[in-house]
């Protein structure tokens, strides 16, 4: 696994320096529409372990941030269910953005340029520790689950599907 020490400065380790966030850095090489499947190959980690930072946005428009698993995807229709709107969907990708300050592929949930609700995947907290986008494309951080839920204060939803779900 690579590891480094020296982290690139991103809104999102200015706010886990801020917030007094225990981390590892992780960089990787970037491949382009690669996702979680590449960064876990790449870092010798779990699909499972390695979370996806989804920007989506409710049947009115407003932005919301789903954290899920890099081998699942999000149930559209159950996570509105839970969360009590009509539909969600995800955001394109100039709006996710606009929403974040992040590109595409380089999401982070920390330091976001407006403070969006957080969900997250219940499973999540299950695991012992996590690598999450640290605000750049082919950057990681490794965090507890357990500081996502102090710092964010994210909403707990089941809304994962597996590949034979969606087939």
């Known amino acids: 696994m690579k590891h480094e020490t020296h982290a690139p400065e991103t809104p999102a380790t200015v706010f886990l320096r801020q917030h007094h966030v225990a981390h590892s850095n992780h960089r990787y090489a970037y ?15 779990a699909e499972h372990a ?21 081998d699942r995807k999000v149930s559209t229709r159950n996570l509105a269910r839970q969360i009590g709107v009509k539909s969600v969907a ?11 300050g992040y590109l595409v592929g380089g999401t982070s949930p920390f330091g976001t340029r407006k403070k969006l609700p957080v969900y997250i995947e219940k499973t999540i ?22 500081e996502i839920v102090r710092v964010l204060a994210p909403v707990q939803v089941e809304c994962a599907l597996s590949d034979e779900q969606t087939k």
């Open 90 to 100: 995800p955001c394109k990708p100039d709006a996710a953005q606009r929403h974040t």
């Open 125 to 146: 907290l299950d695991l012992p520790l996590i690598y999450i986008n640290g605000g750049r494309r082919g950057f990681l951080v490794g965090v507890q689950p357990h």
């Open 31 to 45: 491949e382009e529409h690669g996702g979680t499947h590449v960064s876990a190959r790449e870092l010798n980690v």
């Open 50 to 70: 390695v979370v996806k930072t989804l920007v989506m946005e409710d049947d009115t428009g407003k932005p919301l941030i789903v954290l899920m698993h890099g």
